[in-house]
């Protein structure tokens, strides 16, 4: 996904066409991890297996989550902020998980 989006910013750019990836993390509070949960069973290709691994289980133990407010505000910055990255995360672990990865 990473990959399209940027392909399609550099495809996009030249027709004032801005392109972003807004990245929730867990929300318990909302249905979007209810809704991905079905469509990520068994769907994790064996190479990213442990990092998935590693993922849900930072999450199973953090205390921070991402709300329906941050994912509406990530989208309000990449659709009016023309400066806004082309990766926002949405929600406090989200931030986190991001601040480790990167």
């Known amino acids: 996904m990473n990959a399209f989006t940027e392909s399609l910013a550099l495809e996009l750019e030249p027709f004032n066409v801005r392109v972003h990836l807004v990245l929730p993390g867990r ?3 909302t249905d ?3 809704n991905a ?3 990520m ?3 994790i ?3 990213y297996a442990d990092l ?3 993922v849900f289980s930072e999450w199973s133990h953090s205390t921070l989550v991402t709300e329906a407010q941050d994912v509406a ?3 309000w910055r990449a659709a009016n902020e023309p400066a806004s990255p082309m990766r926002i995360a949405a929600g406090t672990d989200a931030v986190a998980l991001m601040g480790q990865a990167g």
């Open 27 to 29: 929300a318990p509070g």
């Open 32 to 34: 979007f991890g209810k």
């Open 37 to 39: 949960q079905p469509r």
């Open 41 to 43: 069973q068994g769907s």
């Open 45 to 47: 290709p064996d190479a």
């Open 52 to 54: 998935a691994q590693h």
């Open 73 to 75: 505000e990530a989208i």
